[in-house]
C-alpha cells in the first residue's frame, strides 16, 4: 500500500473504530487486578507473569528481555513493522486515592527500607491499553497487516528499564520496527490529546551527594566541618542555578529532593548527603546545569574547608524526540479521532522519560504523545496529577481513550485498507 494513502489522517485512524464497549468490562478487571498489585522498577515478576499470561491468551508470541521486560510479536502477514512501548513499574508511594482497587502492596526500596507502592503514574492504565489494544488488532486480522512488536518496559522510573532491554538484544530477537510509539495517561480529560514536534519531554539527571566533614559535640561546633551547614548553603546556593545560569524561558527544573544527616540534636555529624533531580530540555543546557551544580558542591566545600564531596549517578534520562513527519500522521489520525480542537500541538513538558532509547539505538523515529485520565467535565482542581498519593484516574473514561489514540496511531505505519 502507498504509504501517503496509509498516513493519511482517517485511514490512519480507521483501526480506533474497531474498539467497542463491549470489550470495556474485561480492560476494567485487567486495570484493577493490575492497579491494586504495584511492583517497583526492576521488581515486577508478578506483572510481567500476567502480561505474559494475557498475550498468550491472544494467541501472541513472548519472550522476555532486559529482566522483567515483555516483548509480544503479533504477526499478521506481510507488510510494516511497528513497535509500541507500554511500562510496567510503579512507585514507591504509599496510595491515599481511596479507590476500592487502591493498593495495599509493599515493596523494598535498593537500601533494604520498605514503602507502600502505588501505581501513581498510571503505568497499569498503560498496560490495559496496551493489552486491549493487542486484543483488538488479534481479533480483527482482516482489518491489517504487519506486525507489531508490543514492548512491555520495566523500569521506566529509574530509566533503566529500556536500555537494559537494548543490551539484552532486543532489536535482535524482535524484528526492526520502522517506528516507535508510545503514549502516557496525564491529568488531562479523556477527550483531549497532547502531542509535539522535536525533544518533547526534558532530559533527566538524577544524583547522590555526600558531603563530607567532621564531626563534634554540639556544645564545641568550632571543632566541626559541620555538613549541615554546608548543605543548607548549597541548598539555597543550587536555587540560582536555573534563576541566573539558564536563559529564561527554559523549561530547566533543578530539585533538591532528600537531605539526610545527623542522628541527635546534640550531635554534630560526619556527614550529610543530598539527592538532586535536574531536568533540561537539550544537550547544550543539561551540560551548562551539571556542570555549574559540579562547580557549587566543589566550592561550597572548600569554603566550608571539607573534604571533596563524592558524587553517585542515580539515574540519567535520554531524550525523547518526535520525528516531525511522523509525529504530523499521527496527529492527524488524532485529530480524527478526538477532533482537531482536542489535540494539542504543545506537548512539551518538563518531566522525563526512557522510550527514547529504544528507538535511538537503532535510529528509527520516535512519536509519544500523552491523553487524558479522566471524566470529561471534572474541575482541573479535581484531577490529581500523577507521582500524588491522590492520582486516581476514571478507567471508564480513560482506557476507551487510550486504546483509541494507540489504535489511530498503529493504524499510520501498518496497512490498513481503504
Known sequence: MNRSARAAGPTGARLSRLWDGSRLAASLSVYHRLHAHPELSGQEHRTAEFVEARLADLGIETFRCGGTGVVGLLRNGEGPVVAYRADL?????????????????QGRLPDGSVSGVMHACGHDLHMTVALAAAGVLAENRAAWAGTVVWIFQPAEETAAGAAAMVEDGLWEKAPRPEAVLAQHVTSLPSDQVRIGVG???????????????????????????????????LVTRLQTVVSRQVEPGSPAVLTVGTFHAGTKENIIPDEATLSLNIRTPDARTRETVLSAVQRMIAAEATASGAPTPRIEEISRFPRCFNAPAQTGEVAAALDAVFGSDNVARDLRATGSEDVGWLADAIGVPLVFWMFGAYRPGREPGDMPSNHTPHFAPDPGYAIPAGVRAALAALGTRLDVPS
Not at 89 to 105: C, F, H, M, N, Q
Open 89 to 105: 513499574d510503579g512507585l514507591p508511594i504509599r496510595e491515599e486515592s481511596g479507590v476500592p482497587y487502591a493498593s495495599t502492596d
Open 199 to 233: 525533544n518533547v519531554m526534558n532530559l533527566g539527571d538524577s544524583w547522590r551527594v555526600r558531603l563530607r566533614g567532621r564531626g563534634a559535640h554540639g556544645a564545641r561546633p568550632h571543632e566541626s566541618i559541620d555538613p549541615i551547614v554546608l548543605g543548607a548553603h
